[in-house]
């Protein structure tokens, strides 16, 4: 064996929902290849590298079912403003003014880093520039689903649709079948991407196998807007043109009703829920709950930083889990475990991996993550998913493992330099905050 | 000078809401004597002790407006249940079989060393052995507003009413005066004291002027509860008994209506928002975008570890910015300052404490808190509010200074022994499974 990590509780998210006292995992070639008591696992195998767990949990890499990644240079750029006046008046000028491929990598590794050390192993990317975006996350070690954007005006990295369909024509199949990185593309909405164009993305991705990102529902005024326009609400006329399958990945869906639920059901499509931008940028809240008696492939998102305005999954786990409680007034909703299976299993569902990540389970990827359990804020633990979901902390992860390979150690990052990846951020900010001035940016007196 | 903090960006809260870049503050006797540039106040005074903040916040100490520190034993005990299965059948028996003189003082100190790591410098608590928790905080050398419990049945600690008062006699002649303690009654709501117990209770504050502490409309059901029973709505029904006045501080307050709003500004009642631990149980939204337009006296609070299920004010702020941007639609209401506001000198409002903390200027006592700007969830810095509101976890704390003594020094506690206080816990959490055998307790398979 490559690894063998002993000696935590292993929460497995595997059929029976095993929890495992005491519990190793070996992992050779990238794989789990047995998961057991620690007694079982050291009878059969030993391993060149041991990581002692004892004290701590192992649960599955989680898994950042929607973000934009590069925007973390944008986090906190402004806040408290109407999604319209966020867009038009902040984050597509300084989109406009600044994304360069340079600024696509500095912002990658930003993000990547946060995400490591929060535990997200995998994750879902929308943004330009997606193919310097797969280099810097396969260079990093962490695994993603990265969709190239395409969408009816001209943007950073392509100006035309043809442009964009040949890019990520050239982009997936560069990264097709590489271990970490799956290619996809990355219609923007059904409100931003015409109905011919969205054929062409759905042809595409019929002809590659790429998965197709997309934001569906996000707002109420996107609703409205699609059943004047097109006489159907966003989900109903994707489905109508025959967009929906086992391929798509829907981000946000706020606005689903029981029927369109069925129809997400049926195609097969994945949806992520962002519950802290949907909050922050008052969409509204997704009927999650019903999402889940519907067993629909549910993960969870933080979105982009500039949104959020951060991209720790243990938060969104906590405000997923509690949000639907307030709002259906049901506190049993939303179970601690359910939200810890929407960031591990149902999120490895929404991307249509299942078989690859997800649970720590014999024969998928070795993804793992290894959480403290006695933080002061962790004292004292009754019951595990409660534990992770409502008292562990982004910094309570110790290490990282994706792909059977140490990405953080004891919180010390071993595939990205830290404190390379601030000084570079910090520039770009000058030259943000810049490229904004004089219309002015909501930079306060700092 | 006894201390002088200097070089970092000071958010004072003050008057003008100051951001004062390089900036310094001289503390002596527990009291904050210059807040200026760093250049402005060491040209005047120099001091015994100097920390350096080059490249943080300098902030006021965070003020946790409601919580049940001993609770903090509860953390995770039972979750994802109604109020009144969680209370009746988790809580109560829990409390019942478990809640002594020395689970109050573990407890405490549990609660203390996670608040203390968050930034928290002040709190106002409601238990049992309130005497013992004042003597833990006072060790500790943290502020808190404690109030013992007052209620019509018998608890841990007191028998009677009768009991309960003469305890509160006590406790309160004993602290009052201190400098870090305000001992105050805490008579537990509406529903679980008589009218002439309450009014027993503002009789006895009337007279030695403690602080009131009291649950008010935290869930629909107390509403209906009290409509039919007193003909009134609790906040109505508080203002007709004449219990309201300026040394109430109200915790909850989910259901107010417009004239209720204007009750409480009316009385000058502080109100403390619990926005995780409303929507954990499920409880509802409080009115909060109107209470701000009111400019009501309007702090936040985690509420006990056993209903949120931790005790950081970061998580709270961030919290109380998204949930009434979703519930409201208006991604403009609770701004990060406005949160931030509630968590500091709106905080200190509600406490009736604002002359004392809650800011930073010349007079106030010296509660101060150094936050790093520059962890990987932190960069860039675009507003400074917004950072602390949005990106700040309450990791990111690294010094904490109460009535002018470090209370931890980049992140080492200095007033508390934190595996001690780990080792206490872990025991009472053996006994307080133990104690809910065989009916069981929802402790999962860990």
Same mark, same amino acid.
């Given at each position: 064996m490559d690894l063998i990590v002993r000696g935590g509780t292993i929460v497995t998210m595997d059929g029976e929902r095993r929890v495992i006292e005491d519990g190793a995992v070996a992992v050779t070639g990238g794989r789990i290849t047995a998961v057991g008591t620690r007694a079982e696992v050291e009878a059969k195998y030993t391993a060149r590298e041991i990581i002692d767990a004892r004290g701590k949990a192992i649960v599955p890499g989680l898994i950042? /079912?929607?973000?934009? *990644? $590069?925007?973390t240079l944008f986090? /906190?750029?402004? !806040?408290?403003? !109407?999604l319209n006046e966020w867009l038009t008046k902040y984050i597509f000028p300084a989109e406009a003014k600044n994304v360069t491929e340079e600024f696509v990598r500095v912002g990658t590794r930003l993000g990547l880093a946060e995400m490591i050390r929060g535990g997200t192993t995998t994750y879902a990317d929308m943004y330009y520039f997606e193919d310097a975006i797969a280099d810097e996350t396969a260079k990093a070690g962490v695994r993603g689903v990265l969709g190239e954007t395409v969408i009816d005006f001209p943007v950073a990295d392509n100006k035309t649709h043809e442009e964009a369909m040949a890019y990520t024509q050239k982009f997936v199949k560069k990264w097709q079948g590489h271990a970490l990185i799956t290619p996809a593309i990355a219609p923007h909405a059904p409100y931003t991407v015409s109905e011919e164009h969205l054929k062409a993305v759905r042809a595409f991705s019929d002809q590659t196998k790429a998965p197709i990102l997309i934001h569906v529902a996000e707002t109420r005024k996107e609703v409205e807007d699609s059943v004047k326009s097109k006489n159907a609400r966003p989900v109903e006329y994707l489905s109508r043109i025959n967009f929906l399958n086992d391929r798509v990945i829907a981000a946000h869906v706020v606005f689903a009703d029981e029927g369109e639920i069925a129809t997400l059901k049926r195609a097969g499509v994945g949806v992520v829920h962002n519950p802290q931008s949907n909050m922050k940028l008052a969409s509204g809240v997704a009927p999650v709950p019903q999402m889940l008696v519907a067993d629909l492939d549910l993960g969870l998102g933080t979105d982009g930083a500039a949104s959020n305005n951060d991209l720790s999954m243990w938060e969104e786990m906590d405000t997923a889990a509690k949000l639907h409680k307030v709002t259906s007034g049901d $506190?049993? *909703?939303?179970?601690a475990q359910q939200a810890f299976e929407m960031a591990t299993l149902r999120g490895a569902r929404a991307l249509h991996m299942e078989r690859e990540i997800g649970s720590i389970a *014999? /024969?998928?990827?070795?993804d793992l993550v290894i959480v403290d359990l006695d933080d002061l804020n962790q004292t004292p633990l009754y019951n595990i998913y409660s534990h992770l979901v409502y008292a562990t902390k982004a910094d309570d992860v110790r290490t990282v493992i994706i792909e059977g390979r140490i990405i953080m150690r004891d919180r010390r990052l071993?595939?990205?330099d830290e404190n390379d990846i601030k000084t570079r951020a910090r520039a770009f900010r000058e030259r943000i905050i810049k490229s904004l001035a004089p219309s002015g940016t909501q930079t306060g007196k700092i």
């Amino acid at each position: 064996m490559d690894l063998i990590v002993r000696g935590g509780t292993i929460v497995t998210m595997d059929g029976e929902r095993r929890v495992i006292e005491d519990g190793a995992v070996a992992v050779t070639g990238g794989r789990i290849t047995a998961v057991g008591t620690r007694a079982e696992v050291e009878a059969k195998y030993t391993a060149r590298e041991i990581i002692d767990a004892r004290g701590k949990a192992i649960v599955p890499g989680l898994i950042n /079912g929607h973000t934009h *990644v $590069p925007m973390t240079l944008f986090r /906190g750029l402004a !806040d408290d403003l !109407d999604l319209n006046e966020w867009l038009t008046k902040y984050i597509f000028p300084a989109e406009a003014k600044n994304v360069t491929e340079e600024f696509v990598r500095v912002g990658t590794r930003l993000g990547l880093a946060e995400m490591i050390r929060g535990g997200t192993t995998t994750y879902a990317d929308m943004y330009y520039f997606e193919d310097a975006i797969a280099d810097e996350t396969a260079k990093a070690g962490v695994r993603g689903v990265l969709g190239e954007t395409v969408i009816d005006f001209p943007v950073a990295d392509n100006k035309t649709h043809e442009e964009a369909m040949a890019y990520t024509q050239k982009f997936v199949k560069k990264w097709q079948g590489h271990a970490l990185i799956t290619p996809a593309i990355a219609p923007h909405a059904p409100y931003t991407v015409s109905e011919e164009h969205l054929k062409a993305v759905r042809a595409f991705s019929d002809q590659t196998k790429a998965p197709i990102l997309i934001h569906v529902a996000e707002t109420r005024k996107e609703v409205e807007d699609s059943v004047k326009s097109k006489n159907a609400r966003p989900v109903e006329y994707l489905s109508r043109i025959n967009f929906l399958n086992d391929r798509v990945i829907a981000a946000h869906v706020v606005f689903a009703d029981e029927g369109e639920i069925a129809t997400l059901k049926r195609a097969g499509v994945g949806v992520v829920h962002n519950p802290q931008s949907n909050m922050k940028l008052a969409s509204g809240v997704a009927p999650v709950p019903q999402m889940l008696v519907a067993d629909l492939d549910l993960g969870l998102g933080t979105d982009g930083a500039a949104s959020n305005n951060d991209l720790s999954m243990w938060e969104e786990m906590d405000t997923a889990a509690k949000l639907h409680k307030v709002t259906s007034g049901d $506190p049993k *909703v939303v179970s601690a475990q359910q939200a810890f299976e929407m960031a591990t299993l149902r999120g490895a569902r929404a991307l249509h991996m299942e078989r690859e990540i997800g649970s720590i389970a *014999v /024969g998928k990827r070795a993804d793992l993550v290894i959480v403290d359990l006695d933080d002061l804020n962790q004292t004292p633990l009754y019951n595990i998913y409660s534990h992770l979901v409502y008292a562990t902390k982004a910094d309570d992860v110790r290490t990282v493992i994706i792909e059977g390979r140490i990405i953080m150690r004891d919180r010390r990052l071993l595939t990205l330099d830290e404190n390379d990846i601030k000084t570079r951020a910090r520039a770009f900010r000058e030259r943000i905050i810049k490229s904004l001035a004089p219309s002015g940016t909501q930079t306060g007196k700092i």
